[in-house]
């Protein structure tokens, strides 16, 4: 069993906890043990006369955590990921969540620690180290209003390069951008929710690790064998052996824009006939050098890229993934890749998430067009649908705030409330949509409307059956059967993201392949259903703690375009999701999670072994 | 007589005094009166035991001063500037001195004061607000971080639209940008030797001014009289009354590269076929919306223009003028206008020096040409010489210190120390020289190894005669004759900036109408000669300031590549400022200036009744 580092950022202490083998069992470890952790101190808060709805996203009372899982840094298929979790999010108002690989998960476990806390809040900007065990926190001041890649450089140079990492955050976060992220390895993003404007509120910059303990293997020969098993199979796997490897994420833009679901200038439509000029094809043609895997990782979709010349040239750079160069591509009219992979680069540099971002400049590109942006607003600024020079723009501006940039940080969902047209932000609880068009793959719509953290495709990825066919071939048009589908993606992502590995992997494995790795990595008799359950027990703590911030089935829902606008062109031409039948799937998902109103019940919380 | 406003930001408190009439009779106003005040100043840190050389220019000891003159205000020609001085210069350590148009002046003066005093410095941002002599210091974190738009319109829209002007920093300048300016008006820049990094540094965001009060005009009657005729003569004026209006500053643009003197990729050359491109006649034809006078113009030679698409659009700025055009286009081998407008735009917006900006990326140019940059220090900007992208890009970069912006932000001198090619560095005393190359026209390069401020064509504009035949036509290739010039030129100038009034004007008007329209506004009995000699004596106690911060004759040179690299090709090609010519002249000049080692003597300051 690891240790738990809990630092106190008001008064600069911090105290090392071991993990409790009884929450590990019940919560596994990352996204589970952590959202266990952020539940104790929600309770602590309450005892105090803090009602949950009234913590501050920005106050000392949101908790901020760094979490891996029994699975990282080993040799699991991709064990190469950290998970964030904070109690609250100054984009949605909910739970704080997000994911994100590299190297920064693994070796913060070399360093001696599966998981750090950090509550309360620094007056002034702090880094801090953990070099084997050794744990020191730092005056950052030099370091306040440095951009990702100088803050790693300056932070290796100084405490040491070999087989370590940064995590930090840049001018976004420094400057409580609702839509900043938290960064590692350069390129590297726990991207969503505004965690990196939490970080930013704690003054914290950066924490740099370095170690070399190994994580605990129970049955270490055993587990060598099956990891070579599972890892034959990833190979043999089309997606995960062939798709990802050679083109990316960005494999997906030319499938996804092919059945007429790559939403187009904010969702006005979900198909371009341009839309191979940003394909990962066109990508891996003109723009890529190298790939970049992550620790551990025998896929290694992340893409080392170059624009050579030209406004948008930038010579070095990674990325785009295929959410951001549909979010700042697709969904903004900008069907320039040299400018995506730009505004993508701004986006790392600076700390910004590349969904919402994308997203909410759309969402203002259409105000534009819809004449209700003042011009004194914009600053000259022609933030028109296809425009690829404020598109860049637009991405620099959000992180230092300037000029119309002070809008965009706010996300798409307060954007438009100022500017009187709510309905134009394609968002789920504040947090922007990816790029799968509901209207034309029914089920996913019911896992944005249902997702704990907002509109978010890596709940549950429900485009694996829809679209992909994995684990089978699904009518992507139906809405049957869909609510059985979500609420197993769900859970069984809750398990994947506290194991904590990578997504991509579930591609080629299933959950009795990490019950049965996980056993050996763990000593327990782990079966698939093990696995299951203990992501439903996370998913509805997050759901219960979710309604006591007051959400509930009211908020579980998809923006009216997406009901009442048919799909204009384009291979789902027509389509929208049908209300009736969208209730019908809510309603049987509620059904199968045993949730009334949105809510878990007491039934279902005992059932689960949650005590609230 | 007016009244002096004093500030001290330590303690947040003030006091208002009255001008000196002793000190006005001797100084003028302006940068004159402003320098006495600060050598008042200095005596004060000597007698504390604070060497001059040891004045920290982001120190609480550093004296920054807003002034204006008896002129200013009135409907003396041109009477709407101010001129900005402070004790000493972060980029150049001697004092710190520069002018800007617009509003801001006379409305300060109808606020009730002809100089603001500001001391000390602040722990948290503050701004000032002056209404009808009521004065206030306001807390400004909201405003902090804000660019030059949003902080003029935040402080409008709070204290009044009407007859108000708002002098405030940028970014640039709260990030201690070594470059930075005041700016106000919107587009308007006191824009040379970092007084904005100074600013900054007293955490001093803004100054909002308003009033009704009217400046005193001895004889009123007789000075309208006199200024009905010297507007005729302005308007009769070629340049004064045709030029400038028509095509503003940049109408230079061809001028200056038609006589082969218009420095050209980091002054490796001065002429380029390409100019036209660039030219004020390209920017009226294409890009000119209207023009904008600064307060009580006749000339209005301020542009308001716009780049209406492409990757440089920006659909409302101001500007360029001709020296930014070419810091920014010409010096750095872009010669697009559309990427100039754009890169002025952000110099505007962020407030930065458009001379030293320009001259500082051509610097990083040509040390990337000669591989001097480590890649990694780049991360990805490709600054070569004539790449209009990189260009817009490094502008704001500078701003933020962002990636390699903050090596751009220590200006010129200190980029090229690092990276070990001083040399390369265009600049006199630290400043950055504009944009005449004295190989093509010797009397300006005397003129810049001799302003006290560094490297400056304002200090003493002998292109005037040489170049533009005004008021005589010399040659603009002799040496001789050349330091009674530019010691007419420095002095006069003196007395232009403490007057405080345009310089345009003087292309029209001489010190004998000078004389003429002070006199009705003093009711004393001014002749030219007086003017000169108040110009002299401010000049001399600027010397005299800065031989006590150790700048001698040793500091009056100019970059060796003006002495030893002949132009290559252009109208001038082959000529250098001749190493012996050069010293013959500098040493007719300190004979005629009275000057030893190219300090003041003690009988010189004697005779001027300089009180040292």
């Known amino acids: 069993m690891g240790k738990i580092l809990e630092i106190d950022l008001s008064d600069r202490t911090y105290r090392v906890t071991p993990i409790d083998e009884n929450i590990a069992r019940k919560y596994l470890g990352g996204k589970g043990y952590a959202l266990w952790i952020l539940y104790q101190d929600l309770k602590k808060l309450e005892r105090k006369g803090i009602a949950p709805r009234d913590i501050d996203p920005f106050g000392p009372e949101n908790t901020l955590i760094f979490a891996t899982g029994p699975a990282t840094g080993t040799s699991f298929p991709n064990g190469g990921r950290y998970h964030v979790m904070a109690l609250k999010s100054p984009l949605t108002g909910g739970i704080a969540s997000a994911n994100s690989g590299g190297e920064f998960g693994p070796y913060l476990k070399f360093a001696g620690y599966d998981m750090i806390v950090i509550r309360g809040k620094s007056d002034t900007p702090v880094y801090i180290t953990i070099i084997d065990g050794e744990v020191a926190i730092h005056d950052a001041t030099d370091l306040w209003g440095k951009n990702v890649f100088d803050t790693i450089r300056i932070l290796k140079d100084k405490h040491g390069n070999h087989d370590a990492s940064v995590a930090c955050i840049g001018p976004a976060g420094e400057n409580l951008v609702h839509i900043a992220c938290i960064m590692n390895d350069e390129h590297r993003a726990a991207g969503r929710t505004g965690v990196g404007a939490i970080m930013g509120s704690k003054k914290l910059k950066a924490i740099y690790v370095r170690g070399t303990q190994k994580p605990p293997i129970a049955k270490l020969e055993e587990f060598k064998e099956k990891v070579s098993k599972y890892l034959k199979v990833m190979k043999e796997n089309s997606v995960t052996g062939e ?49 970049r895997p992550c620790w551990g990782c025998p896929i290694a979709c992340g893409r080392v890229t170059k624009v050579e010349s030209g406004p948008y ?88 705030k300037s000029g119309f940039g002070k809008y965009l940080a706010l996300g798409s969902k307060r954007l438009t409330e100022i500017y009187g047209a709510p309905e134009l932000s394609m968002s789920v609880k504040g947090l922007e949509m990816p790029a799968y068009d509901p209207r034309g793959v029914k089920g996913i719509g019911l896992n944005y409307a249902t997702a704990n953290r907002g509109g978010c495709h890596v709940t549950g990825y429900t485009i694996s059956p829809e679209v992909l066919g994995i684990p089978e071939q699904l009518d992507r048009l139906s809405y049957e059967g869909k609510a059985k589908w979500v609420k197993i993606f769900q859970d069984f992502t809750c398990a994947v993201n506290s194991a904590v590995v990578c997504l991509f992997n579930t591609f080629a494995l299933g959950a009795d392949a990490y019950a049965d790795m996980l056993s050996s990595i763990t000593g327990w008799n782990l079966t698939a259903d093990d696995i299951l359950k203990i992501g439903e027990r996370i998913y509805n703590l997050e759901r219960y703690i979710m309604s006591k911030y007051g959400f509930s089935s009211k908020d579980d829902v998809l923006p009216k375009r997406l009901l009442h606008e048919p799909l204009p062109d384009g291979p789902s031409k027509g389509q929208v999701v049908d209300p009736e039948q969208f209730k019908k799937m809510l309603e049987e998902y509620y059904k199968l999670r045993g949730w009334v109103d949105g809510v878990p019940t007491p039934e279902k919380l005992k059932e689960l072994e949650i005590e609230v």
Chains 1, 2 share one sequence.
């Open 243 to 291: 798709g990802l490897p050679k083109y990316g994420t960005a494999i997906l833009v030319n499938i996804i824009n092919g059945i007429g679901s790559l939403p187009y200038k904010n969702w006005q439509g979900a198909y371009s006939p341009e839309a191979d000029k940003i394909s990962g094809e066109t990508l891996e043609q003109k723009y890529l050098i190298k790939r």
């Open 313 to 400: 040239q930038i010579l070095y750079s990674e990325g785009p993934e295929y959410e951001s160069i549909w979010a700042l591509g697709q969904d903004t009219g900008v069907m320039n890749l040299e400018a995506i992979i730009k505004a993508n680069h701004y986006c790392d540099e600076f700390g910004i998430d590349t969904i919402s971002m994308g997203s909410t400049i759309a969402a203002a590109m259409e105000l534009v067009e819809k004449g209700l942006i003042p011009e004194e607003d914009l600053q000259g600024l022609d933030l028109r649908f296809g425009n690829a020079a404020a598109l860049v723009e637009a991405v620099w501006r959000t992180a230092y």
